[in-house]
């Protein structure tokens, strides 16, 4: 199940227009809806907020996110248009 020390239950991801600093899209997961681990309830979130992206046909050109493996992973497979110019906040 999960990893030593990782118990959440729900994890919650706000997607962020910079300039604005308006909120547009918020999803939140029960770790239920990831095979009941919480360790990909990120990623799962992450996905979920760019596939709302892309069915409303708005253009991402930036992703600013904490160093988490599974999104990187996810960026450098899938989103590689993001690449140039995502940056990690540590």
Do not use: W
Request: proline share 2%.
């Amino acid at each position: 199940m999960d990893s030593p020390g990782h118990s959440a239950q729900y994890c919650s991801y706000t997607f962020m227009e910079y300039h604005s600093k308006k909120i547009l899209f918020i999803v939140t997961l029960d770790k239920r809806n990831t095979d009941r681990k919480s360790t990909n309830m990120e990623k799962a979130c992450f996905q979920k907020g760019m596939q709302f992206f892309r069915e409303k046909h708005l253009r991402v050109v930036e992703v600013v996110t904490d160093a988490h493996n599974q999104i990187a992973a996810l960026m450098s497979k899938i989103y590689l248009f993001l690449l140039p110019s995502n940056l990690f906040d540590n």
